[in-house]
T-cell receptor
């Protein structure tokens, strides 16, 4: 299985943009890049996913490097409710989601 | 509103008991998953199922089995519960894009 590498923790100020990095140097051509987050005392929730092109939705943006060996989840304006563990996952179509340890994001007022 | 429902939020069982954790989804998803989550170890995949009666081992299947007799229901079975199976158990379902998670079952084995 292709693996991802994320920083253990990051900190951001409220109302500022946050860039969460993910390295996946062994990504295969059919792996999609998925991001999930887990708020305290809750199950994980889907954030965004992409294959090659950058993606935007109401929660976040996903920037994918041209060689696809890294990606960045962008929260445009962090709020206190965005404090969570963020997981970057590679998923081939139809296969399981394998979570790593993720990045714990702290948002300070 | 889409929903993945786990039968219990909290469960206390004795060592050696057979334990069933039930998960039901109402989204007609083919894929269903069982994870356990422990402090410092993140979410680890125990088993997943991509169709009725089909299953695949995840990263930590030892001590667990699963059953999927109907599309909407995926059961995790601890054949003989042990204290090292004390954990938070999370069920999820998906097509191939977005996965939806239940609220989790905190199992304590004493």
């Amino acid at each position: 299985d292709a693996k991802t590498t994320q920083p253990n923790s990051m900190e951001s100020n409220e109302e500022e943009p946050v860039h969460l990095p993910c390295n996946h140097s062994t990504i295969s051509g059919t792996d999609y890049i998925h991001w999930y987050r887990q708020l305290p005392s809750q199950g994980p929730e889907y954030v965004i996913h992409g294959l090659t092109s950058n993606v935007n939705n109401r929660m976040a943006s996903l920037a994918i490097a041209e060689d696809r060996k890294s990606s960045t989840l962008i929260l445009h304006r962090a709020t206190l409710r965005d404090a969570a563990v963020y997981y970057c996952i590679l998923r081939d179509m139809g296969y399981a989601l394998n979570f790593g340890k993720g990045t714990s994001l702290l948002v300070t007022p | 509103d889409v929903k993945v429902t786990q039968s219990s939020r909290y469960l206390v069982k004795r060592t050696g008991e057979k334990v069933f954790l039930e998960c039901v989804q109402d989204m007609d998803h083919e894929n269903m998953f069982w994870y356990r989550q422990d402090p410092g170890l993140g979410l680890r995949l125990i088993y997943f199922s991509y169709d009725v009666k089909m299953k695949e081992k995840g990263d930590i299947p030892e001590g667990y089995s699963v059953s999927r007799e109907k599309k909407e229901r995926f059961s995790l079975i601890l054949e003989s519960a042990s204290t090292n199976q004390t954990s938070m158990y999370l069920c999820a379902s998906s097509l191939w894009e977005e996965a939806f998670f239940g609220q989790g079952t905190r199992l304590t084995v004493v």
